[in-house]
T-cell receptor, first 113, second 109 residues
Framework: IAGITQAPTSQILAAGRRMTLRCTQD?????MYWYRQDLGLGLRLIHY???????GKGEVPDGYSVSRANTDDFPLTLASAVPSQTSVYFC????????????FGPGTRLTVL | GQNIDQPTEMTATEGAIVQINCTYQ??????LFWYQQHAGEAPTFLSY??LDGLEEKGRFSSFLSRSKGYSYLLLKELQMKDSASYLC??????????WGAGTKLIIKP
């Protein structure tokens, strides 16, 4: 692995189903982030983690949960998917979580029907 | 409120110069980032400014004026591969990035 990987690449999901988007980084970065990107809008922060064992809410956290059991992994869970969660989801990481550059994974395209 | 404004779309000619402007209003300020995003791909880092002035990196330069809440990205000697969206993001007092919607740059031969 080099950088950040996300899985799956794309997914079509029925409304009401539970879904976990996976994110793994091998750069030993302390901070990790989940964003969603919708047409005509900027990237919006869903949840973040400044270090393993801690998480925080971003701008649009409702309907999503995260965990950070270790440095490398930061999964995002949709407990009961709704059509408004149709989006492209990007995971990112940075060394310190402050002014450090964020590096992005390739994204997951999620469609909720 | 927090707000980032940048043009939705710009068109330029191969070999020319283009300037993409960004104005920002955020709660506190810890720097201004520019990212490039090709269609269907992830954003990739281009530049970071925290002090006033111009930062040059090859064909790309970025300028910041903190007093005016203004930044621009300057792309010289445009190439077809520069066709992409350019995202402006301001880091607020909580060290969170507030993103603009992006400027889609179309390069014509």
């Amino acid at each position: 692995i080099a950088g950040i990987t996300q899985a799956p690449t794309s997914q079509i999901l029925a409304a009401g189903r539970r879904m976990t988007l996976r994110c793994t980084q091998d750069m030993r970065h302390n901070a990790m982030y989940w964003y969603r990107q919708d047409l005509g809008l900027g990237l919006r922060l869903i949840h973040y983690s400044n270090t393993a064992g801690t998480t925080g809410k971003g701008e649009v956290p409702d309907g999503y949960s995260v965990s950070r059991a270790n440095t490398d992994d930061f999964p995002l869970t949709l407990a009961s998917a709704v059509p408004s969660q149709t989006s492209v989801y990007f995971c990112a990481s940075s060394q310190q979580g402050s002014s450090d550059t964020q590096y992005f994974g390739p994204g997951t395209r999620l469609t909720v029907l | 409120g927090q707000n980032i404004d940048q043009p939705t779309e710009m068109t330029a000619t191969e070999g020319a110069i283009v300037q993409i402007n960004c104005t920002y209003q955020t709660s506190g300020f810890n720097g201004l980032f520019w990212y490039q995003q090709h269609a269907g791909e992830a954003p990739t880092f281009l530049s970071y400014n925290v002090l006033d002035g111009l930062e040059e990196k090859g064909r790309f330069s970025s300028f910041l004026s903190r007093s005016k809440g203004y930044s621009y990205l300057l792309l010289k000697e445009l190439q077809m591969k520069d066709s992409a969206s350019y995202l402006c993001a301001s880091m607020d007092s909580n060290y969170q990035l507030i993103w603009g919607a992006g400027t889609k740059l179309i390069i014509k031969p």
